[in-house]
């Protein structure tokens, strides 16, 4: 800056120098007083003379003067906070607050900086044209820092804070227009001296290719400076345009701030705090005062705020409802719970029901489709040796069936305890049930009393589904039998009782049509046949293995579809009764048919045999003869698929006689009715198969 010269200096070292101190602070100011530095040494160490023939003191001023203009605009940033804020945001153009601190830090600093460098300079200058350069170097340092400056300082903080706000937006759109405008009106300033002046460029640059000297005009200044004034008072005008434009521009920002920035903003702010604060107990009078100054008046961003107060209103209506339907949703919800409890407690969960009763083995299980349901069973001894099995679903679902639920059972219950037969029950609690009936529900049901001692079952269907029936060694088979009407229709009816002889091993499964009605996501039914197959494949012996066989291919069949109605299943499987001349040992057990259990199954034979006092010799005899036949149940009985063989132990103390029986669903066979083998054949003629049964038949004589 020492030179005479003002003119073609766009330097953006007068922008970019602030913005690395706004934005990077001391940082910034070391790294640009490192860059002088290292450029000033380069320069000086290409030259003979280090010093250029400048003063020491200018040096140093000049160096002050780079720091003062790099850290100037940071430190006074920070140190004079805006009215409201208690201390100095991070350098951002998003209200014309900021945007005027940010024009008046910038003209102090180059104020400051151009003071420091005029003086560094010796005043080596006429005061007159000293003046016009100092004009002319504020302008083109100010419009740097406007036109470089506030885009840079923009697009930092967009970066930054990865949003731009309406008023950043506002304000490089009126930079461009400025701009444009500015560029637009040089332009015809220069068209406009071409054709007053033309002698004033003509002179230039023939002085500039060296066809003429110094070539003097009227007012005693040569071409170049008559050049250089004109291009000096060109940047003023231009810069004066362009900060006209800024002036006007945040003069509209004011304006949009105070009629719709600043209320959409404060109105932001008022909600994000309810919404935050609701959980809290946050209050809507609060938000209505908050809102109360821009909620009176004309324009959108009223209308905007009267619609925000009033939807607070009604939030806060509705939350305060559905805090009162919520906790009458949980206090049913509790309810339900304790309702369901006692349904499940009301129907026999303990298994085996009957320990001591070796005539039978029995399982049930009730999965409802809500939290309590409509379908119950129920099993229990009316004397000594009849056993009433129960299995019903009664119309509906939900509290109403329930409560349908516990009035059919108690009336079932009573009524079969009372003495009748399966028929006359139905009749009387049909009857019972149809008095008062306004709600039209009904309910299937399933009864039978089973002979312990006989295996004599006499039951009554009043349209309940079909029993499946598997009799000893055989597969499962659907019992069509005649049904009659369901319960609580109308009454007078007559129902028809059948009966069934169950032999031992017999296995006799009663369900719902939860069962054979779930649905898979395609709607697809469970049905008689997949039951069918399910119950067969199981090769379960045992009801409550075969129960949760059948419940896990069910599951499999649905998937994740969502149950539709209760599931209840009953299997009762008849063992036949016990010789009562003093028998007193009685044992089970229920093992894989398969070559692997047979010590299973050989431990639990000598266990029984030693704790009824059986000799070495008879135990030998009737261990040899248990595992001839396992081995043959495990190798012949399911031809490779998997099964079950279950094994009952009895001891009769008084003949002194071990009872045991094999119980297999595999393929039937009657080794009694198989003919003697071969003994003598030679052994490439030996037929397959009889050997085993010859055996245990030899063996046990």
Not at 93 to 113: P, R
Not at 428 to 447: A, E, P, R
Request: charged share 20%; glycine share 8%; aromatic share 10%.
């Amino acid at each position: 800056m020492s030179g005479a010269r003002g003119v073609g200096v766009f330097d953006l070292s007068a922008a970019v120098m602030p913005f690395f101190g706004f934005i990077l602070g001391i940082w910034g100011i070391l790294g640009f007083l490192l860059y002088n530095t290292v450029s000033f040494i380069s320069f000086a160490v290409g030259s003979s003379d280090l010093t250029l023939g400048l003063p020491v003191w200018y040096y140093i001023l000049s160096i002050f003067s780079l720091v003062l203009y790099c850290a100037l605009p940071s430190i006074l940033w920070y140190m004079f906070p805006l009215k409201g804020e208690e201390e100095a945001s991070y350098p951002r153009l998003d209200t014309s607050s900021h945007v005027i601190k940010y024009y008046l830090i910038s003209v102090i600093t180059i104020i400051a900086y151009l003071l420091f460098s005029t003086i560094s300079s010796g005043f080596r200058i006429k005061l007159g044209r000293l003046a016009l350069l100092m004009a002319t170097w504020f302008t083109q340092y100010l419009d740097t820092v406007l036109i470089v400056g506030i885009p840079m300082l923009i697009l930092w903080s967009v970066i930054r804070n990865r949003t731009i706000t309406i008023n950043e937006r506002m304000v490089l759109a009126f930079l461009i227009t400025g701009a444009l405008a500015s560029a637009i009106a040089g332009y015809l300033i220069y068209r406009n001296s071409l054709q007053l002046a033309p002698d004033l460029f003509h002179d230039y640059e023939k002085v500039l290719r060296g066809e003429a000297g110094v070539v003097w005009s009227d007012d005693g200044m040569n071409a170049v400076e008559r050049y250089d004034t004109f291009w000096n008072s060109f940047s003023v005008v231009i810069a004066v345009m362009l900060n006209v434009l800024l002036a006007v521009e945040v003069l509209f920002m004011r304006s949009i701030e105070k009629k719709v920035t600043r209320p959409i903003v404060h109105l932001s702010e008022v909600l994000t705090d309810y919404a935050d604060q609701e959980e809290d107990g946050f209050n809507p009078e609060e938000v209505r005062e908050q809102c109360m100054p821009y909620r009176y008046g004309y324009g959108e961003v009223s209308d905007l705020t009267r619609t925000c107060v009033d939807m607070v209103g009604e939030i806060d209506t509705y939350t305060k409802n559905l805090q009162t339907v919520t906790a009458e949703k949980e206090r049913i919800g509790a309810e339900l719970d304790i309702a369901s409890r006692i349904q499940n407690d009301m129907l026999p969960g303990i298994f085996p029901p009957f320990p001591d009763r070796t005539e039978i083995d029995l399982y049930a299980s009730m999965t409802p489709a809500k939290e309590v349901g409509g379908d119950f069973y129920d099993f229990y001894f009316v004397d000594e040796n009849h056993l009433a099995l129960t299995i019903a679903d009664v119309s509906g679902k939900g509290v109403p069936a329930a409560l349908f639920m516990v009035i059919s059972k108690t009336l079932l219950q009573n009524q079969t305890l009372a003495g009748g037969s399966p028929r006359e029950v139905l009749t009387l609690v049909n009857h019972q049930l149809c008095q008062n009936n306004t709600s039209m529900m009904f309910c299937t049901v399933w009864l039978g009393i089973l002979d312990v001692t006989t295996g004599k079952l006499v039951a009554a269907n009043a349209g309940h589904e079909y029993p499946v029936l598997r009799r000893c060694g055989g597969p499962f088979e659907m019992m069509y039998e005649k049904h009659d009407p369901p319960l609580g229709l109308k009454d007078g009816l007559r129902f028809r009782e059948y009966e069934l002889q169950l032999a031992p091993g017999d296995c006799l499964f009663e369900y719902t049509d939860g069962v054979t009605e779930a649905t898979d996501a395609s709607e697809a039914l469970f049905g008689e046949g997949r039951l069918e197959e399910a119950l067969n494949v199981s090769g379960e012996n045992d009801p409550e293995k075969l129960i949760n066989s059948l419940y896990g291919s069910i599951s499999e069949f649905v998937k994740d579809t969502p149950q539709f109605d209760d599931i209840t299943m009953l299997c009762v499987k008849y063992l036949g009764k016990a010789e009562e001349s003093g028998e007193t040992k009685q044992a089970r057990i229920s093992v894989p048919a398969d070559l692997a259990h047979l010590d299973e199954v050989m431990a639990f034979t000598g266990q029984q045999l030693e704790s009824a006092g059986c000799g070495p010799d008879d135990q030998f005899t009737i261990t040899v003869a248990v595992e001839e036949i396992f081995v043959n149940i495990a190798n012949y009985a399911y031809d490779g698929k998997e099964g079950n063989a279950d094994i009952s132990f009895s001891f009769n103390e008084e003949e002194r006689m071990v009872k045991m029986v094999f119980t297999d669903s595999g393929f039937p066979f009657d080794p009694t009715s198989q003919p003697r083998p071969r003994l003598t054949s030679t052994p490439g003629n030996k037929p397959v198969g009889g050997l085993g049964s010859h055996i245990v038949k030899k063996t046990l004589g």
